[in-house]
């Protein structure tokens, strides 16, 4: 096999098992590992992929767009927004775009992802949408679901990201937190690691004042918002607007699993939009997906 399958592996399990039946389906010799690091994942990130380099016995080759886009802040302040109804700039830079200027420059045969028994829609969006990519989902063939990948990284004898350990579903971009986690997931950030809860509330405070217009990263999903049309809900309250929602005027929500960040975390394209998503403070010549610079 000239041109090999090209594993992305995300820091999350699911990538991991994605990985190793990569191993198993291929052969080992015909599999290239590849990891984005956006500079902005959770230290113990570094320690699970030197254990799945082990499990695997072959090295994940690291690459990143920071030196080429900039930090997460800096995409944020760049783009005058952290989120939005296709995806997050930090996420479409650092990921997609990354990984689509390496396809561009690497022969492959197919492109394995990580999406398991539950994300059979995104997988028939990147199919349909990314017919480039040439994907492949192993986990989909077995039928294997996250639960089923943890069981399966523990049996080899590593320990999960402690991410999971926490009580949060994925291992992504948790430095900062992540800008698509919901509000079940800042409120878990706000009362186990205030110091992030407060630099991210900062930053939409310091762009809601740059845009002079609310900036904010969630959005009150209740039948009673969306019709009101007061979705938006700020980490803290933010002075200038004080009719808006902050976190603390939501009730207790669980921590709603997020997509892990292989590139594609904002493939969603065939969901239903809902009202409250089209308004998000979202626009669209900001950040333009897939941008050739």
């Known amino acids: 096999m000239n041109k090999k399958i090209i594993a992305w592996w995300s820091g999350g399990i699911t990538s991991a ?63 005058k927004v952290l989120n939005t109804a296709t995806g997050a700039p930090c996420s479409g830079r650092l ?44 986990l989909l063939l077995y039928g294997i679901s996250k639960k089923d990948c943890i069981r399966i990284v523990q049996e080899a004898g590593l320990k999960v990201p402690r991410m999971y350990e926490l009580g949060y579903k994925n291992n992504n971009c948790f430095k900062t937190g992540c800008v698509q986690g919901g509000i079940g997931y800042w409120q878990k950030i706000k009362r186990e690691y205030p110091l992030k809860f407060e630099a991210m509330a900062q930053m939409e405070h310091d762009l809601t004042d740059e845009n002079g217009k609310p900036t904010t990263m969630l ?37 709603e699993p997020l997509f892990e960040c292989n590139g594609f975390c904002g493939l969603n394209d065939l969901e239903p939009r809902s009202e409250t998503e089209r308004q998000l403070n979202y626009e669209p010549t900001l950040f333009p997906f897939y941008s050739e610079a």
């Open 95 to 138: 990921k997609m775009d990354v990984s689509r200027i390496w396809r561009k420059e690497n022969e492959f045969l197919h492109n394995a992802f990580g999406f398991e028994l539950s994300e059979s829609k995104r997988a028939l969006a990147m199919k349909i949408n990314h017919p480039d990519t040439k994907p492949i989902f192993p």
């Open 219 to 255: 959005k009150d999903q209740s039948k009673k918002a969306i019709e009101s049309g007061n979705v938006l809900v700020f980490l803290k309250k933010h002075p200038k607007y004080p009719y808006l929602k902050c976190i603390d005027d939501m009730p207790d929500c669980k921590v």
């Open 17 to 79: 098992v994605t990985c190793k039946l990569c191993i198993d389906i291929f052969g080992l010799e015909n599999v290239r590992f590849i990891f984005i690091d956006t500079h902005n994942e959770d230290e113990d990130t570094y320690r699970f992929k030197k254990d799945c380099e082990q499990w695997f016995g072959a090295e994940i080759e690291t690459i990143s767009g920071v030196e080429r886009y900039g930090t997460v802040q800096e995409i944020w302040r760049k783009n």
